[in-house]
């Protein structure tokens, strides 16, 4: 899969990346779309893959996979922090 069709989670409104996925299987016919986000965005991931697959894709898509991790990397502070990531995979039924 290329990146192409990766979504990451941020501060702009939920709604623009719930339309992001959906706009990925519809518009650009994508098989797979995959939801990233790291640390205090993993929730809202979670939202929009559920409200893109159950609302608004009418059951055409289901969940093919979640991964998780973490990444460390040192801060703004110069300290070393390690933050929680997840991809959650969606795909075309």
Excluded: H
Excluded at 18 to 26: A, E
Excluded at 28 to 50: L, M, N, Q, Y
């Amino acid at each position: 899969m290329t990146g192409d069709n990766s979504i990451f989670i941020g501060n702009k409104p939920f709604m623009n990346y719930v339309t992001g996925v959906v706009m990925q299987f519809t518009t650009k016919g994508a098989k797979e779309v995959t939801v990233k986000a790291r640390g205090k965005f993993i929730s809202r991931a979670v939202d929009v893959s559920e409200v893109a697959a159950k609302r608004f894709l009418e059951e055409s898509v289901n969940v093919k996979g979640i991964a998780i991790n973490s990444e460390e990397f040192v801060n703004k502070e110069g300290k070393q922090v390690r933050v929680s990531t997840i991809e959650i995979t969606l795909e075309r039924k």
